[in-house]
């Protein structure tokens, strides 16, 4: 330990004061840190919402009644249209993530930014106990006239931005199982809850937010289940995951029987495996257009996601696709309502693909 780190730690790590003989050891929530507090520190009432240690100086207060120290302060997201902005990247991020193995709920989904009141009231409401119980997030998935389904979810307001992105990927993750998994398949609420975690981790880890990842892996609210949802991705990949959802013949994953997330019922069978999955000279890679062919368009605005043959794309991006059985590089120049701007490497012209009509 260095000289600075030394003194540091001999500093009170709310009031920044010179430590006594007593000291009390605090988590930080944010780091899973141990903190060392004095003794009049531990005593204050007021702590913040996100790291749990007690507040003295410089806090933040937000409407709901709600503190804030002043580390934390800084790397909230204030803002509802910042917030809702950030869930919309986190929505388009997904579709990137997962393009080869599902699509989840766009359309008929709608994000609601609440304050603390405004969640406890949600939480309360009857049925609360059949829906996801994060502090952080709700959804209340329902069928609508003409059985088609809707998926209003809030966000608390006031998260860190990727805190944000991440329970806005568990909770589609939930729309994505109201829609998929069959209402006959025997499901432990857990399971159910490790799955949404597995979402949320991976799209933390594709943004590199170390602490966001440390933070699903040290909440234990899915009694284990996480933890063997992510051995399962690493182990056998995730369409394996996904059909055990759907047709899986257990309740959930069990540590001692780690290859039982194989075993689906045989009356419902996989659809066809990925292209990265594929076992070669046993199965063959499932069939692509034979020229550069805009599958679908997801996202609004500047946020828009175009699937491209096999290969999702955002604008201004280049990347590999599958056409036919070779490969080309494609640039997506411009992602318009119903068509996309492309040029394919080699050729000076560009090229206006367009959504075909069903």
């Given at each position: 330990?260095?000289?600075?780190?030394?003194?540091?730690?001999?500093?009170?790590?709310?009031?920044?004061q010179q430590?006594?003989?007593?000291?009390?050891?605090?988590?930080?929530?944010?780091?899973?840190?141990?903190?060392?507090?004095?003794?009049?520190?531990?005593?204050?009432?007021?702590?913040c919402?996100?790291?749990?240690?007690?507040?003295?100086n410089?806090?933040?207060?937000?409407?709901?009644?709600?503190v804030?120290?002043?580390r934390?302060?800084?790397?909230?997201?204030?803002?509802?249209d910042?917030?809702?902005?950030?869930?919309?990247?986190?929505?388009i991020?997904?579709d990137?993530?997962?393009?080869?193995?599902?699509s989840f709920?766009?359309?008929?989904?709608s994000?609601?930014?609440?304050?603390?009141?405004?969640?406890?009231?949600?939480?309360?409401?009857?049925?609360?106990?059949?829906q996801?119980?994060?502090?952080?997030?709700?959804?209340?998935s329902?069928?609508?006239?003409?059985?088609?389904?809707?998926?209003?979810?809030?966000?608390?307001?006031?998260?860190?931005?990727?805190r944000?992105?991440?329970?806005?990927?568990?909770?589609?993750?939930?729309?994505?199982?109201r829609?998929?998994?069959?209402?006959?398949?025997?499901?432990?609420r857990?399971?159910?809850?490790?799955?949404c975690?597995?979402?949320?981790?991976?799209?933390?880890?594709?943004?590199?937010?170390?602490?966001?990842?440390?933070?699903?892996?040290?909440?234990?609210?899915?009694r284990?289940?996480?933890?063997?949802f992510?051995?399962?991705?690493?182990?056998?990949?995730?369409?394996?995951?996904?059909?055990?959802m759907?047709?899986?013949?257990?309740?959930?994953?069990?540590?001692?029987?780690?290859?039982?997330?194989?075993?689906?019922?045989?009356?419902?069978?996989p659809?066809?495996?990925?292209?990265?999955?594929?076992?070669?000279?046993?199965?063959?890679?499932?069939?692509v257009?034979?020229?550069?062919?805009?599958?679908?368009?997801s996202?609004?605005?500047?946020?828009?996601?175009?699937?491209?043959?096999?290969r999702?794309?955002?604008?201004?991006?280049?990347?590999?696709?599958r056409?036919?059985?070779?490969n080309?590089v494609?640039?997506?120049?411009?992602?318009?309502?119903?068509?996309?701007?492309?040029?394919?490497?080699?050729?000076q012209?560009?090229?206006?693909l367009?959504?075909?009509l069903?």
């Amino acid at each position: 330990m260095g000289l600075a780190a030394q003194l540091q730690a001999q500093l009170c790590a709310v009031c920044n004061q010179q430590l006594a003989i007593e000291v009390y050891l605090s988590e930080d929530k944010v780091t899973n840190e141990q903190k060392r507090v004095c003794d009049q520190c531990i005593l204050l009432r007021t702590s913040c919402y996100l790291c749990s240690l007690p507040v003295k100086n410089n806090m933040t207060q937000l409407d709901d009644g709600r503190v804030l120290c002043a580390r934390d302060a800084k790397e909230v997201v204030l803002s509802e249209d910042e917030a809702k902005r950030d869930c919309a990247d986190a929505k388009i991020e997904l579709d990137r993530l997962f393009s080869r193995f599902t699509s989840f709920p766009s359309t008929n989904t709608s994000i609601t930014i609440v304050d603390r009141t405004q969640m406890d009231q949600l939480v309360r409401t009857p049925g609360f106990d059949r829906q996801c119980p994060s502090v952080y997030g709700y959804i209340r998935s329902r069928v609508v006239a003409g059985g088609q389904w809707k998926h209003p979810i809030s966000i608390l307001s006031g998260l860190p931005k990727h805190r944000l992105m991440a329970v806005c990927a568990h909770e589609y993750g939930h729309a994505w199982m109201r829609e998929n998994v069959p209402t006959t398949r025997d499901m432990d609420r857990d399971t159910e809850e490790g799955l949404c975690e597995l979402i949320a981790y991976r799209l933390m880890e594709r943004f590199n937010q170390q602490v966001e990842m440390n933070g699903i892996k040290n909440n234990l609210y899915t009694r284990g289940q996480f933890a063997l949802f992510l051995d399962a991705d690493d182990t056998y990949g995730f369409y394996t995951v996904m059909q055990w959802m759907k047709w899986g013949t257990d309740s959930r994953l069990r540590e001692e029987e780690p290859d039982r997330i194989r075993k689906i019922d045989e009356k419902k069978p996989p659809a066809a495996r990925p292209l990265h999955e594929i076992v070669p000279l046993v199965f063959e890679p499932p069939p692509v257009p034979d020229k550069p062919t805009l599958i679908g368009i997801s996202g609004t605005g500047s946020r828009r996601l175009a699937l491209i043959n096999d290969r999702a794309f955002v604008a201004n991006e280049s990347g590999k696709v599958r056409v036919g059985k070779t490969n080309v590089v494609i640039h997506c120049l411009e992602i318009r309502d119903g068509s996309v701007i492309i040029k394919v490497d080699g050729s000076q012209e560009e090229q206006e693909l367009s959504l075909k009509l069903k």
